[in-house]
């Protein structure tokens, strides 16, 4: 049945087209055609469904204590929050994005909840992500090596007692999958889950965590199989170090000369990538995932993301389960890339529609969802319904509406999200679940298994402090 959408202003194909009606039937726009002013009321805005194109699908970290400290301490304290129900974490994660305009988001999954198999646990997130009815692309992320620090982890669980140090022990030295392993179980994984909306990709965590045989195995399967890549690269000073360390003829270009670059390939972050490094990335067809709040909050540093572009590189916009009210507001984080990023004093980098409709072409690209987005006949009905009135609030003279929504645009705005046709989002609430009510059952359930993790919170200080020594001493890199 054909679902006509009134839009008094319709953000098309990087061009702005008013009074217009968007027909959508079976999942995919079958018409945009003139009309005469809707009287619908507020106005609306329609725009291409956003992306997440870089999370990891968890909890808050702030309800968990993991504050201020950099990525090094940071990803070690956010173990209090490993998911306690699979399908609610996930549901939960996946609706915040829903709500934010998001049509797909990509879940690199570090943390499991170790409650069930993996498989099983991945057939809970496509679970959860079908009930929210977004698409997302999946990656179970592997690591092999340096499990605390990027070394010798002895020197510092040394420095903790008896009980502490088994504790962490516990939490993170494992014995690593085999590469062989691993491809077998994404092989499995995506036997399970993979469909039209959901990609199944392959996921190693970052250099620093993956061996080298690991990494060419990765390398090797994409490569057979034209399976997608998503990895971390460079995110912090200490990554940076570690890596000038064990590659002195240069990261990138080792990844490049095993086979790992190339369009299948989305590396997130690249904040201390080199320009010669950008230039590798961007001639392999690869894309950069910037993650702009997050490294705020992590105190990363900032991307090279303008200069990334201006040599080509595709740029895509992720939230990193840290958005900067950690909110998953997607627009909000795209909002701040193109103010960092978009140019300095006359010289400008692209217009706000330019970066737009890049962020969601390269968001789509990442996460495997078809088509670039745009709203033209034939695509997929993927799209979302602002309140123009509430972000034209003046209207005092006509101001461009993309314009104005890189000035003061944020989820708050959005009234409807339409993914493959169906409305997952209608007057700002989700369709498919009831987020208030998952996330009310998730604090309790958190709230009641707080103290199964009470040794590691007493071990926390002094981790924290010995970690701290550990890569001043040994990645000092000021």
């Known amino acids: ?21 968007l027909r959508h039937d079976n999942g995919v726009i079958t018409d945009i055609s003139e009309t005469t002013p809707p009287t619908t009321t507020p106005r ?13 699908a968890r909890p808050a970290a702030s309800s968990f204590g993991a504050l201020g400290m950099p990525l090094e ?25 829903a709500r934010a305009g998001c049509a797909a988001m990509m879940i690199h999954y570090t943390r499991p909840s170790g409650a069930m198999p993996l498989v099983n646990e991945a057939r809970a997130i496509a679970r959860a992500a079908s009930d929210v009815g977004i698409r997302i692309a999946f990656a179970l992320a592997v690591r092999d090596q340096n499990p605390v620090v990027y070394g010798d982890s002895r020197p510092v669980l040394s420095e903790l007692s008896g009980d502490d140090r088994k504790t962490v022990e516990d939490l993170f030295v494992r014995a690593p999958m085999s590469p062989m392993a691993y491809i077998e179980l994404t092989d499995a994984i995506a036997a399970a889950i993979a469909g039209p909306k959901v990609d199944v990709q392959l996921g190693p965590a970052g250099m620093q965590w993956c061996s080298k045989p690991l990494l060419e195995a990765v390398a090797e399967n994409s490569a057979l199989t034209g399976r997608r890549i998503h990895m971390h690269l460079l995110e ?5 170090a570690w890596a000038d360390q064990h590659f002195p003829g240069g990261i990138v270009r080792y990844l490049r000369d095993i086979g790992f670059l190339s369009e299948r390939l989305t590396l ?28 705020l909050h992590l105190r990363s540093g900032l991307a090279p993301i303008a200069a990334a572009h201006k040599c080509g590189c595709a740029i895509a916009v992720g939230v990193d389960g840290l958005a900067l009210d950690e909110d998953d507001d997607v627009l909000r984080e795209m909002r701040l890339v193109q103010m960092m990023h978009g140019g300095l004093g006359f010289a400008r980098t692209w217009t706000a529609s330019e970066f737009l409709a890049l962020a969601i072409a390269n968001g789509r690209k990442a996460t495997g969802a078809a088509g670039t987005g745009a709203l033209v006949e034939g695509a997929p009905a993927d799209f979302v319904t602002l309140d123009l009135d509430r972000l034209d609030r003046d209207r005092i003279m006509p101001v461009d509406p993309i314009d104005l929504l890189f000035a003061r645009g944020n989820a708050a705005l959005l009234r409807d999200v339409v993914v493959d046709g169906r409305k997952i989002v209608s007057d700002g609430r989700c369709t498919g679940v009831d987020l208030p009510a998952i996330e009310q059952e998730l604090r309790g359930i958190y709230r009641a298994s707080a103290g199964k993790l009470s040794g590691f919170q007493r071990a926390w200080p002094q981790l924290s402090a010995s970690l701290q020594r550990w890569f001043e001493a040994h990645l000092d890199c000021r």
């Open 73 to 97: 301490s940071w990803i070690l304290r956010s173990a209090l929050g490993t998911p306690v129900d699979p399908y609610l974490t996930a549901a939960s994660a996946l609706a915040r994005s």
């Open 236 to 240: 912090t000073i200490y990554q940076r």
């Open 1 to 21: 049945m054909t679902t006509e959408v009134p839009a008094h202003s319709l953000f098309s194909d990087r061009s702005l087209l008013e009074n217009v009606v």
């Open 44 to 56: 609306a805005l329609v725009l291409p469904a956003f992306v997440n194109a870089h999370d990891h």
């Open 268 to 295: 997130a972050h690249c904040i201390h990538a080199r320009s010669d490094e950008i230039e590798m990335i961007a001639a392999s067809g690869a894309r950069i995932v910037t993650n702009f709040s997050s490294n």
